[in-house]
């Protein structure tokens, strides 16, 4: 395989308005980044993907951008970006940001246009499509819940747009190739200016199904979930592979899909080396879970599930190790360590077992901001304490589908994704140092004791032992990215084993000790301080993680 720089990238994902404020204006900004390189590259880290910073009406947190050539003024501007990619370099660390190209804003002057005039250029943007005076164009429920299509004009109008997120989200028209074009010039533009590639989202949204009128609806609302007539529809492949071809391909760029890959076909699709759209896509099987909403009884139960969707795609992609991004937090759901355990069960040993059993699996490992100390979910007292669209939109829908409003909060309370947006708890000063202004969202109070100096200071904490685990993948450099991958003990339940190469990554999901016959020869690394291994038999503790050779 030709090896390219990105192979072996460790990566971390930055929340940029709750990452680092350095102008006490409540919001964390590209400036605050930069002051934390130092923090980033002694963890270990060479690769930074931050969520969007352009300009943007901020109602989906800047995916819903208005200008894709500015910086939103929150953030700072192009030169402070410019400062930002020189100072990563100096430190090794590339920066990818975030191409939103399914939808804009509805503040994008293409927006603004198209609506003063579907008929004209701009029109052709978007969707526009004409249903009756009183139903849309077709019954589809967006992501977001809710009809994807909005009227355009008075009540009497038959003229709706689409958008399956936000209704301040059209959606760009990728059929149009002067659409196209603008994108990839724009993608052209950024790469030009010297960022390393993108985190490419909701990508796989963009080519629509419109052939057919309404369907049956599957809830009282009398729609149908419309993910299954925009995802990967047939046709996808031309407009990505354009994209690659107009961008990516004139450059040593890393592209990472934000895509669905839960079966062969669109592994294959989307990140075959030679023929894939992109260079990678994130595997979702440990995120996209919730022990809670999940109603499992118990913690092994669960852990088996996310074994098996864990080790299915692994094996799906075959040879080609890198295909694979592995996360086990991102800024879409709540935290690891609040949806993956029961409460007796939280500790540090089970915190960071979820990552042990995940930073090893052939991909590039990515870290979401946060996660390196254990940062937890921050429940809220009331449902208006949240800021998320989707998050509201949740509650009404549920309270719709006759939840009473306290069981709707509960649910929400225990997997919004808002829990992941908390600032980065940096001290134990005031707002946990992330500003010295207003936090936009409140911090989490338990920022006196989880936070990034304290657990300077603590040769046993978290932090700490993430840079173990950076340095073990960094040692192992050629085992971890380009070794082969073979599940271990699959058939003993609890334990959720590999073995790279000739390195064993052992772990036990539950909270007793389990016994394994195995020959090993050399100890590399454990969330405990003691290994208990003696006569090839080794007794795993609760939530242990332990990587022999
Ligand atoms: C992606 C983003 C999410 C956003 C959505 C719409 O899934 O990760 O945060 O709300 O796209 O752009």
Redesign the pocket.
């Known amino acids: 395989m030709e090896k390219k720089w990105w192979h072996e990238a460790i990566g971390y994902q930055i929340y940029p308005k709750s990452f680092m404020d350095s102008n006490g204006d409540g919001v964390g900004d590209i400036n605050g980044i930069t002051n934390k390189l130092d923090y980033l590259e002694e963890l270990g880290i060479n690769l930074i993907w931050i969520c969007p910073i352009f300009k943007s009406p901020q109602i989906?947190h800047g995916?819903d951008i208005s200008d894709y050539d500015e910086i939103d003024e929150m953030y700072g501007n192009k030169d402070d970006l410019k400062i930002l990619i020189d100072e990563a370099n100096k430190r090794g660390i590339k920066i990818l940001l975030d191409l939103?190209v399914n939808?804009s804003s509805d503040q994008h002057y293409w927006f603004k246009e198209a609506i003063k005039n579907p008929e004209g250029k701009y029109g052709k943007y978007y969707y526009f499509k004409r249903g009756t005076k009183d139903t849309p164009p077709n019954n589809w429920r967006g992501i977001f819940s809710g009809s994807s299509w909005e009227k355009v004009g008075d009540e009497n109008s038959d003229l709706y747009y689409l958008h399956i997120?936000t209704k301040e989200?059209p959606d760009l028209n990728w059929e149009n190739p002067e659409l196209r074009q603008e994108v990839y010039d724009m993608v052209n533009r950024w790469l030009d200016f010297g960022v390393a590639g993108f985190r490419v989202?909701?990508i796989n949204h963009i080519k629509k199904d419109f052939s057919y009128k309404n369907l049956p609806s599957d809830r009282a609302d009398g729609l149908v979930n419309g993910i299954n007539y925009f995802n990967s529809e047939p046709g996808i492949e031309d407009f990505l592979q354009e994209l690659k071809r107009e961008t990516f391909d004139k450059y040593d760029c890393f592209t990472l899909g934000?895509v669905d890959i839960s079966n062969e076909k669109l592994i294959n699709e989307y990140t075959n080396p030679i023929t894939g759209h992109f260079n990678s896509a994130f595997d979702f099987g440990q995120v996209h879970r919730n022990i809670f909403t999940e109603n499992c009884s118990n913690t092994v139960d669960f852990m088996e599930s996310i074994k098996e969707s864990l080790f299915k795609t692994q094996q799906r992609v075959g040879n080609n190790n890198i295909r694979l991004t592995n996360v086990i937090d991102n800024?879409?759901t709540c935290r690891s360590v609040d949806r993956s355990v029961f409460a007796e069960d939280k500790n540090f040993y089970s915190a960071t077992m979820l990552v042990g059993m995940n930073f090893f699996l052939k991909g590039i490992p990515f870290i979401y901001q946060g996660q390196e100390i254990g940062m937890t979910n921050f429940p809220k007292e009331k449902i208006t304490d949240f800021k998320d669209p989707?998050t509201l939109r949740q509650y009404e829908e549920m309270i719709g589908l006759g939840k009473t409003p306290d069981e709707a909060f509960n649910h929400l309370n225990q997997k919004s994704r808002e829990h992941a947006r908390t600032p980065v708890q940096w001290d134990d000063s005031e707002n946990g140092g992330f500003t010295t202004g207003t936090p936009w969202f409140e911090v989490n109070p338990n920022y006196k004791e989880i936070n990034a100096s304290n657990q300077m200071k603590d040769s046993k904490s978290m932090l700490n032992y993430y840079k173990k685990l950076i340095a073990c993948r960094k040692k192992y450099n050629e085992t971890f990215v380009y070794g082969n991958f073979r599940p271990v003990f699959k058939h003993i339940k609890g334990v959720l084993g590999y073995k790279r190469n000739n390195i064993f990554i052992i772990n036990n999901c539950t909270n007793k000790d389990i016994k394994l016959k195995i020959k090993v020869n050399e100890l590399i690394l454990s969330n405990y301080d003691e290994v208990n291994f003696s006569k090839r038999t080794l007794v795993v503790k609760p939530f242990q993680t332990v990587i022999f050779k």
Do not use: G, M
């Open positions: 989906d995916y939103v939808h997120f989200q989202d909701a934000e800024h879409d989707t």
